[in-house]
């Protein structure tokens, strides 16, 4: 029956080539690339090679620079191990709980689980300070308590778990909850009991994606700079912090050069790893609703236990920021004898005032308008960048297949890396503001892509096909089918980068002009300063970014609301 | 024996299933019929053990099943969409049971082998099931559920995703295997002709509650109310009021009919009107209108009068030619 239509489309499709010889397909594609991989050669591509000759220089191979990259890698990979181990212990009955039941506050619990990721590292890090640090909310209350959190290695793995949980339950709990029940049923009425049906049924069709998602956690885990750096101390040296250490303290930007090609090897690794399991795991089944209400004993305890555990755990750091920025709780530098303690809104208006021998040079709440603008121009530059991109990748061809993970790679290395290269290569035009933007722009562009292009290729054919035998002109076609579907990833896309932007701190830490800090570097300066004001400060800061990030994260959401509303 | 008493269920408020109380015997294959949400599925899986009744109790041979889990039941279950398992291969799927049971190696290499031989895809055995057509696919899914010897079959609109020809196939095949395996079964549809084709016996749910049970030919013969005429397609049905003992008056016109049931003057009524011309010498009644539409099926043809009524005949009238039908009128509870 197929036979003579396809033949007929076959025959059409060769006599629209014979008519449109001009330009032949392949040089279409090139021109959509051109931009993005111009932007990528300069920013990345080009610093990833200047990193890469300095290694290649003689001083490099020192004993010294080899003694420091290996025990940074050996305590990288144990962090990170720890770390991912721990995230699943907390993930995988997370993913289960989201993709098996269904209770009351469900949808906010899992709301609340994914808000971390999307924040900056500097606002985990405030918070977890603002909780548990030694001028936090635990440590006022109880006065007695003599634990210490701050500059520890627990600090560093909680954070990390804080972080990554909800890739656990999204990428595992999406698998779980798109498996067809029908086959646990089947497994069922063949005489497997639940164990079996685990281990033999639902087990195995998961191992993808619990994979797939434990490499990107051991990535994340691998790569995080501003947790370690900030919650750890340098004494906690990952890579990724000693790069920072090595190039910006000690100027040995040889050292720095081998510790990023260690990083960059490894990060490599990992992401073709992840890029297979993540292939393997788009399988898609019947994607029908599994849910059930608790209704055993066991299930209602388990559900209970895990919502009370989950909210715990990420209600707390993220609330005790705001709470401590407005209650002050210890003398001011430079007070003395008795101490304010109550609320205050000093932390906000000292915002706004340059003082002399403050951190800066500047009012503090200019770096929040650093932050904007670099955020404004890092959204113009993405979209532009991003659009010829996400159309070539909609439809992939060979060219694609090669491309698409090269223009992931900023993905999967280090931002601290990205600002090495910056130094090392454009170390001349520091002085300039204008750098910050394209770092930031080099951190977004893959997440812009990643947004736009499923948008673009989740337009059936069939849809235009439809809209123009009803009369549609081409134009028309977009106005009516393609526009509608791309202004909101466009949104999503556009708010994705502005977020990225606002939180970057890596890359930010290494090539901001002291006197252009964003809010990032400002929190990071407060917390690094002594004193209750500077405290307060870094706390009122880290509480305007987060409701920046949050609202940040609410427009994303909506945006793609209609779509999937997963990753 | 498997025995069905007193099912209840209610979900989200609603009653799914109002005292449902059956049994298959030995060797029998029952058929559910309904419309979709009559509770049928619900029903199935409560027997296979799937889901929980509100109250009641499912036994097999005298043993209460009611609170076992499904995987010690022994019945065979078979999905609408197959359900295979991605992840293995045919002669993997057609084991899964088989290894749930410990049983083996050489005996299941042998009964994995008959079942699909009993299907008809003894060369399939190392295929993935993502390669398989529908048919295929649904061929497996028997064998699997065949391969652990159950007491009890249960088919959830097993043919439902396939198409017509492949599906008369597939259902006369099935019949045939019930028939030589004697294992008894519980087929569950929403199709009236694979009902009557498989089931030794026919339940039509309606509502929550069984409406009519008997075997296929018995309910054809005597729908009892309008609900399962209406539903099984038997005719045209339309209200009469009883105006004298076996006299009712309609819209159509006055029509005589003896009725088992006892009815008083100025009772409401269900008839039927079978669409077959009756022989006129014994038949009463007539059917009369102007054509309006005439339908070619084979070996008749449909016609339809202008008002609503429909007639099978095996000349066609011209449209807009007035006729009448001797016709047979059955009154329903």
Redesign the interface.
Known sequence: MNQPINHGDAQNTEMIKKLRVSVPPWLGRLLLWLFPLSFLTIFFFLPLSKILAFTFDTSAFDADNFRIAGSALRFTFYQAFLSTLLTLLIGLPSAYLFARYDFRGKSILRALTAVPFMLPTVVVAAGFSALLGPRGLTHTLFPLSSFQFIGTLPAILIAHVFYNTTIIIRIVGTALSSLDPKLEQAARSLGADTFHVWKNVILPLLRPAIFAATLLVFLFDFTSFGVILLLGGSKFSTLEVEIYLQAVRQLNLPSAALLAVLQLICTLIFSILYTRFASRSTIQLAPRSTLIKPQTLKQKLFVTLFCILLSAFFLLPLSSLPIRSLFRFEADRGQRGEVQYGFTTDYYTELFINRRGSVFYVPPIQATLNSLGYAGATVVLSLLLGYPAAIALAKPARLEKFLDPLIMLPLGSSAVMLGLGFIITYGKWLTSPWLVPFAHTLVALPFVIRTLQPALASIPQRLRQAASSLGASPFEVWRQIDFPILRRATLAAGTFAFTISLGEFGATLLIARPEYPTIPIAIERFLSQPGGLNYGQSMAMATILMLLAIIGMLAIEKFRLPNTGEF | MLEVRNIFKTYEGRLLLNDISFSVAEGKTICLLGASGSGKSTLL?II???ESSDSGIISFNGLDLTTT?????????V?Q?Y?????LNVNDNVA??L???RIGQTETVERVATSLKLVSLTEFGDRKVTDLSGGEQQRV?LA??LA?QPRLL?FDEPLGALDRALREDLLNELRMILHRTKIPAIYVTHDQEEAFTIADRVLILYDGKIIREGTPADVWAKPESAIVAGFLGLGNLFDGEVIAQNEFQTEHGTFTVKCIYKHSRGDKVHLLVRPLPADAQREANILSGVVTDVIFQQDRFKVTLENGLYIYLPDAPKVGQKISVSVKVECLA
């Open positions: 899986r296979a053990g799937l889990p499904p995987h010690l039941r022994d019945f065979g279950l999905f969409d359900a295979l398992f991605p992840h899964f049971g290894k749930m049971r899914a699997r559920a652990i249960m």
